[in-house]
């Protein structure tokens, strides 16, 4: 069984990778882009929709007269976004990201919103992915209507499994698909705007429609519109998602670092911006209505179409618009989205292993989130996270539209911290630094940090005002719970540290003990019992003696006879149990020897099966695993397990040694009980008969 476990791991995840191996595992620019950009690239999948649904709350003309306004602002955020971050992976290229610049500038506890927040916010990236991605594909496969959570958590499961096997493998596997959503958007705007100049572009398939405003949306003026406009604004701020993946990736990167990172940022930018204003220019030329709710806004002939029409997404009415008569195209612009939607999850799978890492390292996560697993990827990082994920997706039933409510809150929050944070970097650079150059370079930085503190600070404040009430109090209740959390496991690690710390001048943990009293636990006289006496008398202690508690007198005097008739050169002490107990005498006897000699230090040589089978601890005794957890906390007391290996645990040592020949780093597969070797009658109220 174990031998096909870890066969199985094998395929899964690939061959184990040497430390020295790490170099070959970081990323060229080529494979960065597809790995960490992906969410951000996927999110001009869904922003335009997010701004024309929102715009057309109003009804009539104002996704046509304002989407584009929309669209400029932002814009203008993404670049004043990306160009700060260009300066992060300069100032901060360890990894850390928003979590360093904030940590370093602001304080810890700064740091630690970044973090909860961008932990969160990695994890809806998942959910959201995936549930989007899964709903995009159900309109070309009818089939897997009503069994969307199921086949999301399917897909979180092969994401994990090709995260596990490495960024590298998972770069390659995932390069091809983003680069063909790019071409295939960039190419469908090309060929559309060409279209556009020659007068042969068609119109799209709802700009027959007329458009009606939600009840309560009828002639918004005034503050009604400016809210109505920032809404769209924030909605439309979701193209921002996953700027700050590269970032906090940096170290993933082939030297320069920072500088491939830049440039990939650059692109990453320079692309997104180019798709999503293309697909609202395009929407705009061809007319595009798009509703929240069709079947009532939407009119034909002065009818509402009803709940029976089907309402495409606006890449999806443009690319039926754009490659009229050629369906190749349309087919093509339709399955690379849908395609790209689950791969943004990528980004995630990415993100939140290092950052995790970073967390652990610092004391504020478990220490085993910092461990490089097989294929020299945060392995625990990403199983924790696709459990996070497929939690949310069963939760929600893989529903977008309430899992959308709570995103974007967390990675505003690391973007305003963030930008605040850089401001007070530049602020310190500028109190030392006399080079006239070097103050206006700072001076610049610090003013472009300045405006993205100020514009992202702005969205994350519409964003709470006008999705809190919608879900996104659960994401900031679930960021103050994750805060909280790593405080508390800092505390713990804080707590431990100071208390194994060992001063300059004290030696009191190293000195040695006046003598040591050692007991050898008997339940009956049999190899186990035997070896463990050898060792014991090996160990060359003050005092050396064997115990064992009888539930039946008669049992105790049996054994003594037998021991005495064999000659054992160990003095051996039978401990009565009138109530039937095992572990009480066995504590009780060992605390009065440490009471008698404070400072000896007591011995105890515990003979143990080793067992090869898991059912096999099933049919023996667990007194020994009881009797060393008791005594586990109390001071002066060492225990010393000595193995026995029954016939049972050949198969698993041979595996063991296979593996190692093989120079598998797997852990081994030996389970070690505590069985019967341990004392079958060891109990209660103490009186002893010594025999010596």
Request: hydrophobic content about 50%; aromatic content about 8%; charged content about 15%.
């Amino acid at each position: 069984m174990a031998e096909l476990g870890r066969a199985i791991k094998r395929v899964v995840v690939g061959p184990a990778m040497r430390s020295d191996k790490l170099g070959e595992t970081l990323l060229p620019k080529r494979l960065a882009l597809p790995i960490f950009a992906s969410d951000a690239l996927s999110s001009v999948a869904y922003a335009p929709d997010e701004i024309f649904l929102t715009l057309a709350l109003a009804g009539g003309a104002m996704a046509t007269t304002h989407s584009w306004q929309i669209g400029l602002g932002v814009v203008f955020v993404m670049v004043v976004v990306v160009l700060s971050y260009r300066q992060n992976v300069h100032a901060y290229p360890s990894g850390g990201g928003d979590y360093e610049v904030a940590t370093e500038n602001l304080g810890p506890w700064a740091g630690l919103g970044v973090a909860s927040a961008l932990l969160v916010d990695y994890v809806l990236t998942v959910a959201v992915s995936i549930s989007s991605g899964v709903q995009n594909a159900t309109a070309a496969i009818p089939a897997l209507d009503g069994h969307e959570m199921p086949v999301a958590v399917m897909l979180i499961v092969l994401l994990t499994a090709m995260n596990l096997r490495g960024v590298r493998e998972s770069g390659k596997a995932f390069a091809v698909p983003v680069y063909a959503f790019m071409v295939a958007i960039i190419g469908m705007a090309l060929f559309g705007l060409f279209r556009d100049l020659t007068g042969t572009l068609p119109p799209a398939e709802s700009a027959k429609f007329t458009l009606l405003p939600e009840p309560g949306y009828e002639g918004l003026v005034g503050l009604a519109f400016v809210f109505l406009m920032l809404r769209a604004f924030s909605s439309g701020c979701a193209a921002l998602t996953g700027v700050e993946a590269i970032s906090n990736g940096v170290p993933a990167f082939r030297k320069p670092k920072s500088a491939n990172a830049a440039t990939t940022l650059l692109l990453m930018g320079t692309i997104s911006v180019t798709m999503l204003m293309s697909i609202i220019y395009l929407a705009i030329r061809t007319g595009v209505k798009y509703a929240e709710s069709p079947g009532e806004q939407l009119l034909l002939d002065g009818h509402h179409v009803g709940a029976g029409y089907v309402q495409h997404t606006i890449i999806g009415q443009l690319a039926l618009a754009v490659f009229d008569g050629f369906p190749t195209g349309v087919m093509l612009v339709s399955t690379v989205t849908g395609v790209i939607l689950i791969l943004a999850a990528n980004t995630a799978f990415n993100g939140f292993p290092v950052l995790g890492s970073i967390l652990a390292r610092d004391g504020y996560l478990p220490r085993q989130l910092h461990n490089r697993g097989d294929r020299l990827a945060y392995s625990n990082g990403i199983l924790i996270l696709a459990a996070a994920a497929v939690v949310l997706v069963v939760i929600f039933d893989a529903e977008v539209t309430k899992l959308i409510q709570l995103y974007i809150v967390g990675v505003f929050v690391s973007f305003t911290l963030s930008q605040i944070g850089m401001i007070r970097h530049w602020n310190r650079l500028l109190r030392t630094e006399a080079a006239p150059a070097e103050r206006r370079r700072h001076r610049t930085s610090r003013a472009i940090n300045y405006v993205g503190a100020t514009m992202s600070g702005s969205v994350l404040v519409i964003v709470l005002i006008t999705k809190f009430a919608a879900g996104a109090k659960y994401a900031i209740l679930a960021m103050a719970v994750l805060f909280v959390l790593m405080k508390a496991i800092h505390r713990h690690y804080d707590r431990v540290s100071a208390e194994l710390m060992v001063p300059e001048d004290d030696t009191t943990e190293g000195r040695l003990p006046s003598r040591v009293h050692a007991i050898v636990l008997v339940s009956k006289i049999h190899k186990p019992t035997l070896r463990a006496l050898a060792y014991a008398r090996a160990a060359r202690p003050s005092t050396l003696e064997a115990i064992t508690v009888a539930v039946d007198p008669q049992d105790g005097e049996r054994l003594q006879e037998e021991w005495l008739r064999r000659g054992i050169p160990v003095p051996l002490k039978v401990l009565d149990s009138p109530y039937r107990e095992i572990t009480r005498p066995v504590v009780s006897y060992v605390a009065s020897v440490r009471r008698t000699s404070p400072r000896d230090l007591v011995m105890v040589f515990v003979p143990e099966y080793v067992l090869g089978r898991w059912w096999e601890s099933i049919l023996h005794n667990q007194s020994a695993f009881r009797i060393k957890s008791r005594l586990l906390f109390m001071p002066g007391v060492m225990m010393t397990s000595v193995p026995y290996q029954l016939r049972s645990s050949d198969v698993v040592r041979d595996e063991l040694r296979a593996e190692t020949a093989a120079g598998d780093r797997g852990r081994g597969a030996v389970v070690s009980h505590d069985g019967a070797s341990a004392p079958d009658s060891l109990s209660g109220d103490v009186t002893e008969r010594s025999t010596s």
